[in-house]
């Protein structure tokens, strides 16, 4: 039976899934879309060996040619191109990586939660570059403690100002004497370092830890295979009236009403949407006034083992005696103060950690002295990968192509992504950094290099429906309102004006979670 | 009926028990060539004893099936791919030619790439067969751990 729901929210991840949380947590009922199925794990997937596999682990070739994360095992987890189409302009590949599932792509995160500090939200402050966030720090950190609380997230409380402290499970664990020497000689040259920050438990996803609770709560109705086609609007009053959607199997279309539309979808999902929700009055997409949608699209860019070093007491699998093991996280430590001479801006961040075995494409030769090496090698590795921040740039943009639509329809993405000399520079200051830690710390570097994965890749992808203070040049306010449709919100990634060099999932719940609470204190006050 | 029984008793029992009396083709049957020629998988054949022979009682590429594998594997990737094979395997043909490619497996492994395409083939070739020849049931067969992972089926 048909009937308008106080809130329609469209995607099931970290943002719409907290947001789906948050309302009905607070006796809100809403309705939420999710593209793809309601999956139970532990019937869609069974242990198999590799050998059983038809291509022994390579992958079904030419399947999927811009998720390098899929693989045999899992590859019919991943969006599919055939279904999804996107383009990219020749020569300027994007790497767009999608999982159509209830609790979207958390059911594969890789957990690494950090939060913002203000010298990520006020960063224009410091270098002139780009806009502010709408808030700062404070205005985020209650909201961080809970989404934190929620993941039960572990990690280490060290007083950085550039990675402030949390709610977090503490993590005691030693850092072996690989480690030990690696963190002393990054502490000459004032470098910090920490333990890594991970949501913890047996499926840290929106799927196990807010969906639940949302349908537990008997407030939320959850319809998949929903796959949203446009944001409508009430042409009297120009507000948000709900969403229609196209079952993903039988191709019947639905409208279901709302008084009021969260999009938590993803980036680039959102972005879509809204610029496929056209009419007289939003010729360019809904609620885009001036332009903006779509535009200030930015991901974080990875150096992928910026360097690879061998630790040398860890030879002859002695790193199995812990020499070796364990993983660290290096704090940024360039542009944080004003007046620094470095030639980009902004900064980035490391992951490290020891006890791998090295790649055997490091080990040089073939046949028997190869196999001995890479026997010698066992756990005697050191690896470091660049997380760095690209700047938000106008001309990096999504926008509809007129010639590509999905399966169901729905017209489909044209992405433009260029990294440019800051982002460039900025790698390659990190090879060189990374390359002269691990020698002060007495590892043998096999290799090092500053080349940056494609745009995408790094499935941080970030902007395009950004928040700030003016509507001129931003899409949302404060509380990821639209400026011109305020009972229609943006949650995910999208909202980001900028996004530092820190995992984006953490600062997405808690924007959520915050959005979500002011709009239900504001609806119950009627001020929508 | 008895036979029907057996084969549903079969079917149902762990895979360790199900290999005891069913196996895979690849150990009982000679697949056929798909992509290389014959001087080609001749060639394959001495490139995986010199990258991956069999040692100390471990199974080498050939042992484990690499060559037709990746013959199969070939037939199936993108023209880019089939395209670099072919190269290589042409260089390798060639004497003088050959002698470079075998540096190539010499020198350290770098994210440059070199300016002669088919110089690219021996590190791939190198990733290719040390690959398959890891995630084979031969190599892994008697290991403890690896090579197993969750395997997602297909969504409705």
Known sequence: ?528 | MKRRRAIQALAAAPAAAQEVVSTGAEAVASPALSFFNASEMEALYDLCKLILPALGGRPGAIEAGVPQFLDFLLSKSSKADQRLYRAGMAAWANTSRRTQLLKQFEQAWTYDTPADSALIFPRRLKDDVLRATFNSREWLSGRRGGGTGYYWKPFD
């Open chain 1, 1 to 528: 039976m048909a009937r308008t729901f106080p809130v329609v929210i469209v995607g099931s991840g970290a943002a719409g899934g907290m947001a789906a949380w948050a309302l009905t947590q607070l006796g809100m009922e809403c309705c939420l879309l999710e593209a793809g199925p309601l999956i139970d794990i532990d019937k869609q997937r069974e242990l198999r060996a590799v050998f059983d596999l038809p291509f022994r682990g390579f992958g079904t070739p030419e399947r999927f040619l811009h998720v390098v994360q899929a693989s045999e095992f899992d590859e019919n987890l991943w969006a599919g191109e055939k279904e999804n189409p996107y383009s990219y302009p020749p020569g300027d590949p994007y790497y767009w990586v999608r999982i159509r599932m209830a609790g979207g792509r958390t059911t594969r995160w890789g957990r690494a939660s950090w939060r913002l500090s203000d010298l990520d939200f006020q960063a224009k402050d410091l270098d002139g570059f780009g806009e502010n966030w709408p808030l700062k720090y404070d205005d985020l950190a209650h909201f961080y403690d809970r989404a934190e609380t929620l993941f039960s997230v572990q990690g280490r409380n060290e007083g950085i100002p550039q990675l402030p402290d949390g709610k977090l499970l503490p993590d005691e664990s030693p850092d072996s004497p690989a480690n030990q020497r690696f963190i002393a000689a990054a502490a000459k040259r004032d470098i910090r370092i920490t333990k890594p920050r991970r949501a913890t438990g047996t499926l840290a996803s929106s799927l196990n830890l807010l969906l639940p609770a949302a349908v537990e709560s008997g407030k939320l109705k959850l319809v998949t295979n929903a796959v949203a086609r446009e944001v409508t609007i009430d042409p009297v009053s120009g507000r948000a009236n709900g969403v229609s959607f196209v079952d993903r199997r039988s191709r019947r279309e639905f409208h279901v009403a709302a008084e009021a539309v969260i999009l938590g979808a993803s980036t680039l999902e959102s972005t879509r949407l809204l610029l496929n929700s056209k009419s007289t009055r939003w010729p360019e997409g809904l609620a885009n006034a001036r332009g903006t949608l779509g535009r200030y699209l930015f991901d974080q860019f990875y150096v992928k083992s910026v360097v690879q070093a061998i630790v040398p007491e860890a030879r002859a699998s002695r790193g199995q005696s812990r020499v070796t093991g364990g993983a660290g996280y290096i704090c940024r430590f360039r542009n944080l103060r004003r007046n620094e001479k470095h030639p980009f801006l902004r900064g980035y961040v490391y992951d490290f950690n020891s006890g791998s075995t090295p790649n055997p494409k490091y080990i040089r030769g073939v046949g028997e002295g190869m196999l001995r090496e890479l026997s010698d090698l066992q756990s005697a590795g050191f690896s470091l990968t660049t997380m760095g921040e690209v700047l938000p740039r106008y001309e990096n943009v999504a926008s509809i192509n007129p010639n590509l639509r999905d399966a169901w329809g729905i017209p489909s993405l044209h992405v433009v992504h260029r990294y440019t000399d800051n982002e460039h520079k900025m790698a390659e200051d990190s090879r060189q950094v990374a390359d002269e830690l691990c020698r002060e710390a007495g590892f043998e570097v096999l290799e090092s290099h500053a080349q940056m994965v494609p745009p995408g890749e790094s499935i941080h992808e970030l902007g395009g429906c950004r928040m700030g203070g003016d509507p001129k040049t931003s899409m949302l306010n404060r509380w990821n309102q639209c400026h011109e449709i305020p009972n229609l919100l943006v949650v995910d990634g999208s909202c980001f004006p900028s996004g530092g060099a820190q995992n984006p999932t953490l600062t997405i719940l808690a924007l959520s979670l915050r959005a979500a609470e002011h709009l239900a204190d504001t609806m119950k006050r009627g001020d929508v």
